[in-house]
T-cell receptor, first 113, second 115 residues
């Protein structure tokens, strides 16, 4: 069974700093998809960024980028120029084809003014 | 931008009562899902639904749970006899296809409190 591990329960940085959230996963499959979701205090789940495993190029969405290391089964999220509105829980998630999303335990990120 | 709508946003129910959580997926989406998140814990898959039938369910989704798409627009989750441990945030999601190019859209969730 696929598992997703986020080893940082909480992180805290100053506004405008760069922060990296870690995620590792376990699968025996070759084709799959990885996601980062943001959950602000409103508790809505918001897709931040996604990566297809067959693509070597790391995905980027504005201030958000990933470092995808397929051999190491690592999928970290980098937030550049962090903003107060980035304060949220961040969940890493794995999906293979039509199957369900498998989430990690989450990292609570606080951006301090 | 199209949204997945969930109602109610918060529901309080007594233990043993039946509860129905409602979701309106995005209109042209074909795949529907329920997830739950117990406070402070990770998000867990409950069930996926396609072509008017369950395509996959987790071990959490026992006989107390059922899903239905009664009228082509709503997608409901019913818990027949609620337990205290059913207290959680329940998220509905939908997608057009199942590939990564057609990612999930989540609703805002229903907070269920069983007392």
């Amino acid at each position: 069974a696929q598992t997703v591990t986020q080893s940082q329960p909480e992180m805290s940085v100053q506004e405008a700093e760069t922060v990296t959230l870690s995620c590792t996963y376990d699968t025996s499959e070759n084709n799959y998809y990885l996601f980062w979701y943001k959950q602000p205090p409103s508790r809505q789940m918001i897709l931040v960024i996604r990566q297809e495993a067959y693509k070597q190029q790391n995905a980027t969405e504005n201030r958000f980028s990933v470092n995808f290391q397929k051999a190491a089964k690592s999928f970290s999220l980098k937030i550049s120029d962090s903003q107060l509105g980035d304060t949220a829980m961040y969940f890493c998630a794995f999906r293979q084809g039509a199957q369900k999303l498998v989430f990690g335990q989450g990292t609570r990120l606080t951006i301090n003014p | 931008e199209p949204e997945v709508t969930q109602t109610p946003s918060h529901q309080v129910t007594q233990m043993g009562q039946e509860v129905i959580l409602r979701c309106v997926p995005i209109s042209n989406h074909l795949y529907f899902y329920w997830y739950r998140q117990i406070l402070g814990q990770k998000v867990e898959f409950l069930v996926s639904f396609y072509n008017n039938e369950i395509s996959e369910k987790s071990e959490i989704f026992d006989d107390q749970f059922s899903v239905e798409r009664p009228d082509g627009s709503n997608f409901t989750l019913k818990i027949r006899s609620t337990k205290l441990e059913d207290s959680a945030m329940y998220f509905c999601a939908s997608s057009l296809q199942t590939g990564a190019n057609y990612g999930y859209t989540f609703g805002s969730g229903t907070r269920l409190t069983v007392v």
